[in-house]
């Protein structure tokens, strides 16, 4: 079955990501849901390269641990943006289509 490569890209790092803040939710709870059934179909290979990827990329985001964070998901263009803001800042996640993406911190 084919599955939508932003929305399996978006639950990892979101899973990723998330797990670095003293806790991490969506604004609106059915989100997750629909993300972790795209990720469930994604082939586990596919889905290891991807979690090292962010992985790797975790520490330069210097995610406050401390900190509770919000996460909202919304669209620039094609991209989907998935993006978690805490009161320390705020860290965005752009995906494009084909499942590519970039991560950014924006601390206050």
Known sequence: MAYNKQYATAYIIY?????EYKSARFR????????????AEMKSADQI???E??????????VPENDDSEIRLGN???NMLLTFDSPSGRIE?????DGRYRLSALHA
């Open 28 to 39: 609106n709870p059915v989100i997750e849901g629909k993300l972790r059934l795209e990720y």
């Open 76 to 78: 620039d263009n094609n």
């Open 49 to 51: 390269k991807v979690e």
């Open 93 to 97: 996640a752009s995906i494009a289509p």
């Open 15 to 19: 899973m990723m990501v998330g797990s």
């Open 53 to 62: 990827g962010v992985i790797d990329q975790i520490p330069r985001l210097d």
